[in-house]
């Protein structure tokens, strides 16, 4: 099967990011960008994905937006099969644990952080009757991710 232009932009962003160890391909806009590597639930494959994120202490906040989308993205499947996974932030990366918040006043204040730091996350949610969750990342040594 061939590839979307768009997977062929997102590995072809993923292979820049990794080669100059997060100097090139690591925004979006104002967006700082990471990578996410999460092994798929059904072929064990590793996947990765260039999403944005913020920080929240410790710890990276990202949302399953989709960009709006009316259905979760295919990642967010895999870390709640395996929350295990690879983050890569400029030149660092490590193995982190995912913790996914659908509901509630945690995830509504990471959410509203995502919205604060620009971009279309507002957006998104008025898109969508779904409630877009956000995922806690958090590293498995002590240290950020």
């Not at 990794?18 to 064990?44: N, Y």
């Not at 295919?74 to 996914?100: F, K, S, Y």
Request: charged share 25%; glycine share 10%.
């Amino acid at each position: 099967m061939a590839k979307s232009a768009w997977m062929a932009a997102r590995d072809a962003q993923v292979a820049l990011y990794r080669k100059s160890h997060g100097k090139l391909g690591a925004s979006i806009g104002s967006h700082p960008l990471l990578l996410l590597s999460v092994t798929g639930r059904k072929t064990g494959a590793v996947h990765t994905v260039p999403l944005a994120y913020v920080r929240d202490g410790e710890d990276v906040v990202i949302a399953a937006s989709k960009g709006g989308a009316d259905t979760d993205p295919l990642w967010l499947a895999n870390l709640e099969a395996n929350p295990a996974v690879r983050v890569q932030v400029g030149a660092d990366e490590d193995a982190a644990h995912a913790t996914i918040r659908g509901v509630g006043a945690d995830r509504d204040r990471r959410y509203a952080m995502c919205v604060a730091q620009g971009g279309g996350f507002a957006d998104y949610e008025k898109k969508t009757a779904r409630v877009i969750p956000v995922v806690r990342l958090a590293r498995d040594s002590d240290g950020r991710p």
